[in-house]
């Protein structure tokens, strides 16, 4: 049997090589299936011309985010018509595997970790064997089994990187204006062991931090290296720095070794898991860009929302990493249980009091999974059409939803219409991403709004 594994197209500033895909596929290929990716969003392909590349395939695997859920449904209904066994996994089905199934005409779900789930149900499919399988999930199902995690990260091969070739990606990275091209996003963990109550992490990975060794992260990125030419990394983890001892082993084989990158943190770290000396060999290890997880310059809304952290913790954290030369980003959301027109001031003042380089101010998106999601998921349906972070989905009673619309994009203007935000953004600024920055702002309406 043939596998096809895609992504389908959709809107979207932030292309990136999808690393389920490339950890299914070298799993895969190490049991000895065939497999076929087809990254319809970096390759702009219509979910027509995703069926036809895959024509040749037996078993589609099709991964799904709640962004492009109304993609996946599209493209498995026309795989289905083609009689194509196609199998949905990502965080959206595996939260939501029986709409999704009934949703999609799809014929399972992988939910979760869906590695070894995708090797026994090929296994079981060409046996002509009806698949009971932990992990995996059939429409009208009563009696799910999870499956287990994987204990030994290192067990598992490295992505598929020749058919995820990083030099072959568009120019939109996470972080958008970035250091240096080509650049490859790699995990060194899976998990994290906190609970903010806007994040659907624990209900995808479980709240259990397992990490990959040292060595073997170290491993990956000299071949990525030595094979592509990469000359940056992106640790796409949950938090990079949750332990102590794991990045400082990393920092230390990089400089060991001699490896030649700069790297970041784009998907964001915890302020209170870094001090000085941390940040100071991350520096020197390559390290020139970090991404703080602040989400609000209000205390009582970090404590709404589970955060474990003070504005004390953030404002040290920020301006250690400021000292010692490295750039700085703000991750904020606006519309957390508690805000208010007033709270959302308080961000936009925190935020330009500390020595931050970029900050992105995102409204709630109430994420499938997420503790706010379970908590007011009878209060709205999911509005598949809306623009993810650009528009409510649930908006607490202590402010409305067009106030929301109307602070975001004050907000980044507040924020970048400054000397240094606008100098940092001019340093890494490449023509060749000009389409993507302009629809970038476009879609914030600072200029408009």
């Known amino acids: 049997m043939k596998i096809g594994l895609l992504r389908p197209n959709y809107k979207t500033h932030l292309i990136t090589p999808p690393l389920g895909l490339g950890y299914i596929s070298s799993y895969l290929k190490s049991r000895g299936w065939q497999t076929k990716i087809v990254d319809g969003l970096n390759l702009v392909l219509t979910n027509d011309e995703l069926v036809s590349r895959c024509s040749d395939c037996d078993v589609i695997g099709i991964t799904c985010l709640s962004d492009f859920y109304l993609e996946t449904i599209d493209l498995s209904k026309k795989f289905k018509k083609k009689n194509k066994i196609v199998v949905l996994g990502g965080v959206h089905p595996s939260v939501l595997p029986q709409q999704s199934l009934a949703d999609s005409g799809a014929d399972c779900v992988i939910v979760g970790e869906g590695e070894i789930t995708f090797d026994l149900l090929l296994q079981q499919l060409a046996k002509n064997e009806k698949p009971e399988i932990p992990g995996l999930f059939f429409l009208g199902q009563k009696d799910f089994r999870p499956r287990e995690l994987i204990a030994d990260l290192d067990s598992l091969p490295f992505p598929d990187w020749e058919q995820l070739n990083p030099t072959t990606y568009q120019k939109a990275p996470h972080g958008a204006l970035i250091k240096n091209f080509p650049v490859a996003p790699i995990v060194t963990s899976r998990g994290c062991p906190y609970s903010c109550k806007f994040c659907a992490s624990p209900a ?10 040292p060595e073997n992260v170290i491993q990956e990125i000299e071949y990525l290296v030595n094979n592509f030419g990469v000359k940056e990394i992106h640790f796409e983890d949950d938090n990079l720095t949750l332990n102590r001892d794991h990045i400082v082993a990393i920092c230390q084989l990089i400089l060991k070794k001699k490896i030649k990158i700069s790297w970041a943190t784009p998907n964001g770290i915890r302020a209170d898991r870094v001090d000085e000396e941390i940040l100071k060999l991350m520096k020197q290890a390559g390290c020139y860009y970090v ?16 955060k474990r952290e003070t504005l004390a913790d953030i404002k040290k954290a920020v301006e250690s990493a400021h000292r010692l030369g490295i750039m700085t980003q703000g991750f904020f959301i606006l519309g957390l249980p508690g805000e208010t027109e007033e709270t959302i001031k308080n961000t936009i003042k925190y935020a330009k009091s500390l020595p931050l380089d970029r900050a992105q101010f995102l409204i709630l998106d109430l994420l499938p999974g997420s503790a706010l999601w379970k908590e007011h998921k009878d209060e709205f349906k999911i509005d598949y059409h809306k623009e993810s972070y650009h528009e409510p989905t649930w908006v607490p009673q202590t402010i409305t ?9 004050r907000a980044f203007r507040a924020f970048f219409f400054r000397p240094r935000p606008l100098f940092s953004l001019i340093k890494f600024f490449r023509l060749s991403q000009i389409r993507f920055i302009i629809s970038r702002l476009k879609d914030f309406r600072i200029f408009n709004s």
């Open 291 to 306: 991404v703080f997880g602040i989400e609000s310059g209000n205390q009582e809304i970090l404590e709404n929302i589970n």
């Open 204 to 213: 995808f990975w479980g709240q259990k931090l397992r990490l990959r060794s």
């Open 401 to 409: 939803a067009d106030a929301l619309k109307q602070w975001q994009p």
